[in-house]
Nanobody, 117 residues
Framework: QPVESGGGLVQVGGSLRLSCVASEYNFDDYAISWFRQAPGEGRERVLCIKKGEGRKVYLDSVKGRFTISSDNAKNTVYLQMNSLRPDDTAVYYC????????????YGRGTQVTVSS
């Protein structure tokens, strides 16, 4: 399964970079999506990237603040999060999916991001 890292506690306006190492998944075949889930809320699809197909942003609230990138040689995808807000607080998961837009796939265990005001 993919492995996330990089979460933590940050103040409002701060930045974090999450990493998703997906060594078992061929980036020619799988997209990597980031999801998040806040306490008591449903899972939200945030961004996705697929080799040869580019990036997709699914959550309006992160546009201009979050970016997704990949290092294909390392089978690693990054989620750069800037200008963090309290409502970004959630567990962030990455998942290997067959195509961007899918919810079914292989999920990591998640990494907690907490934004304090």
């Amino acid at each position: 399964q993919p492995v996330e890292s990089g979460g933590g506690l940050v103040q409002v306006g701060g930045s974090l970079r999450l990493s998703c190492v997906a060594s078992e998944y061929n980036f020619d075949d799988y997209a990597i999506s980031w999801f998040r889930q806040a306490p008591g809320e449903g899972r939200e699809r945030v961004l996705c990237i697929k080799k040869g197909e580019g990036r997709k942003v699914y959550l309006d609230s992160v546009k201009g603040r979050f970016t997704i990138s990949s290092d294909n040689a390392k089978n690693t995808v990054y989620l750069q999060m800037n200008s963090l807000r309290p409502d970004d607080t959630a567990v962030y998961y990455c998942a290997a999916v067959l195509k961007c837009g899918d919810y079914d796939g292989y999920y990591g265990r998640g990494t907690q991001v907490t934004v304090s005001s």
